[in-house]
């Protein structure tokens, strides 16, 4: 009897799409005003699941305490009221696309939930965009 | 030509998590405030989705107003403001929480759903809390 | 300029609507489903608003984070997770209505804030449901 | 590294539910007051969503500027303010139910999306009733 | 201590904007897409508020299931799955902009309303456009 | 017979919270994590709103397509995706707090709405936050 578990949380943060590579027209070209490089922001919305058999004793998947709690340590503290290209290490040499940030997500929670257990984040970049990544 | 339709209900009941064969000190440390024994209670939102083949006369993978019907006499007659612990015979001996009411939805839809098609059932037992289960 | 500030929270509560004066065929006649002896329960969603002078130095009418922090204090402390009418005072001898409910919050939150300042509850009883209350 | 890129848009439109073989009666039992003949209509909200490997050199596995247009001038152009069965010719001999419109939706994106790529249509006939069709 | 009480409900209906002491260039230029002789449609959402007096035997400024009854059998039978230009007679000789639409629902309902008690009506188009009116 | 139009709109940008005349100490003791030099960011949402007398001609109190091509010529190309502190010139002297913000868009409207309509500003810069300016 696998379900799965959801838990919503939020952090807000500034980027910009930039490829070091590339010269300032060829950035345009593909990021546009994303590319702008003041920096603009967003609310980003994580829904982070965990799907798994039901312990039979407490009848959770995961303590959702939990999970919250692990969604705040490893993800809003790394990532609330951050610049994500100057201030988060993983896109010193990444571009914080919704993308890349999503698996960023999946790669900083997945040591911490059971390995037996499926991992899904799915994040929102605006209330029109958004990502799911499974690892 | 599958198609997955989904339909929307909602139902407002009490409840407490809690395990008789436990003491009330373990029972708090696993279920924290949920644990409160004069209950406490949510707006949950249910999301019912049946999968299968189009009929190609009706256009229709299932007729919404008999699904709407289904989750109203099965579910909402059942749940809604009710208290689950006191009142829903199968959580006499199961704990109400989100993943086991998922599931004794589930149980109580699949009989009037075609075998040929596939049930799922997401609960919101919070804006931020939501599970999902598919058998 | 003066300036309208919000701020949302949310607490899940079990209630019952029920008026000791009365037998329960009228309890019944007036509060329907409401009336269960047993308990139902609401996520109850919050919000509270500040009408005041913006703070020339700061840009604030009030801060947001002094604001959220009152509402954990004043009312997500005292109401949240509990049973209206077994635990909450106030409501010993008064019906948990939503209206109710609403001028319970307001006359909690009124003595910290500002008198200088107009304050305003919207209480949503379900996402269909909810009610206003300015003082 | 394959991640699911979701975009969100909407169109209004009017359609009724109707069967031209059927005479009154029988479209009457089975379409209900969907089968007025006057016509009724929707705000039609859609979800499109492209899954596939993120190119490398941008870090999209899509761009979404693309994927909003490409939503714009293939299915709001085609559908927006539209009478579905009187405009729309995908109509003219298939029932405009929410599961038939997302699958004209489906087969007037494929072509325009990667073969190696992976699409979604979702849609949200009211906050209440959608479909889902993978292909 | 008044209070404000707000009902959500909701109905799908056709209409188009169109004005017949015009020619067609006029319409269209006034009202673009919306002018479309072939209709298009919403859902159209709904809150009901009235502000008033608590009664302080019931707790209540008005039974919710009262006014959710009132607004069904008033407004929803009215223009549910409705034409608003061919079926609704208040619509015979105005154009059903969301303002007159508003309106219309406001005299409607306002005779069924204590006279002692305010009503308010808004009535969103689209989650984007919508309108109210306080008589 | 006056009505209030609504229209919501939505903009993406980055900001910090920051007084020149104070030191970091104190800006942090007041702005905390909005203070941070890099910059943070919000999906602002706006509704903007404009009560007035129906035109009996076009039933509209203003067309909502005029409404919504001033706010996009007016209000988000100047602060979409942009670094408000930075690239925005009332912000030069003013902090970008959700008031301030509400207010120079307020501001910036008011000389384009007829001087006999009112004009009202909601500016949400997380769902859980907002602010309200009526001038």
New interface residues.
């Given amino acids: ?1 696998k ?8 952090f ?4 910009r ?1 930039y ?1 070091k590579e590339w010269d300032d027209t060829k950035n345009y070209a ?5 590319n ?1 490089p ?6 980003y919305e994580l829904i982070v ?1 965990v799907t798994g058999e ?1 312990d039979q ?5 995961v ?3 939990i999970l919250k709690d692990l969604i705040r340590s490893k993800i809003e503290d790394a990532l ?4 994500l290209n ?2 988060v290490p993983e896109f010193k040499s ?7 940030i ?2 960023v997500i999946y790669n900083k929670l997945r040591p911490h939930v059971d390995s037996n257990k499926e991992l899904e984040v799915v994040l929102y970049e ?8 499974k690892g």
């Fill in positions: 009897m379900v799965k578990v959801s838990r919503k949380a939020h807000n943060a500034a980027h799409l490829r593909i990021f546009g005003k994303c702008n003041n920096y603009h922001g967003h609310n699941s039901i004793e407490t009848g959770f998947v303590d959702m305490k609330d009221h951050k610049n100057v201030e990444l571009i914080p696309t919704a993308e890349n999503a698996i605006t209330p029109r965009n958004f990502v799911t990544y």
